[in-house]
């Protein structure tokens, strides 16, 4: 048992802790490529500092890592590499609730924009549902519902048009809802 604790300590302090240390002083310029929409970047980095891409290879376990699978994604997602966007997206463990859905929320858009309807509003619907609020629940609802309109499922479509205006109807997308439910 006492060895058990040591090496947990032992793995916290001196390889965990450093690492996440490490990864976050590598991390900052890639961010504020991203930032300054300098995609490529910070995707790739430069000769004089590393990209999201880098910090994942060298740092992947860390949160830091992880979150840089984040914003690859959304950086591939925005350059319209939507293959590369879903890869990452999805191998992003989100624990942040906002975050969690507007990550759902772009790998719905990924699959929107490769043709894979039935995958966007799996996931736009889990974005709307993850943590229900008035920001990003009703954009993802109407997503979800305008997905539903291009396989063809109008019933579907109108019961999130319904949810929309009943649940959301102060939102940006409660506020033009009637147009979709005529």
Known sequence: GLLLVLSFFGYKYFIQEPNEAAAKEMVWMAEKAFAA???EQALNGTN???GFLDVINSY???ETGNL???YAGVAYLRLGEYNSAIDYLEDFDCTDELVCSVAMGATGDAYMEIGQ?????KYYKNAAN???NDLTTP???MKAAKAHEIAGDHSDALAL???IKKEYPTSAEGATVDKYIA
Request: proline share 0%.
């Open 37 to 39: 929409d300098s995609l």
């Open 48 to 50: 004089n500092y590393a």
């Open 60 to 62: 992947g376990s860390t």
């Open 68 to 70: 840089a699978h984040y």
């Open 117 to 121: 309807v039935d995958d966007a509003i």
């Open 130 to 132: 993850h943590s229900a």
């Open 139 to 141: 954009i993802y609802l």
């Open 161 to 163: 048009y319904k949810r």
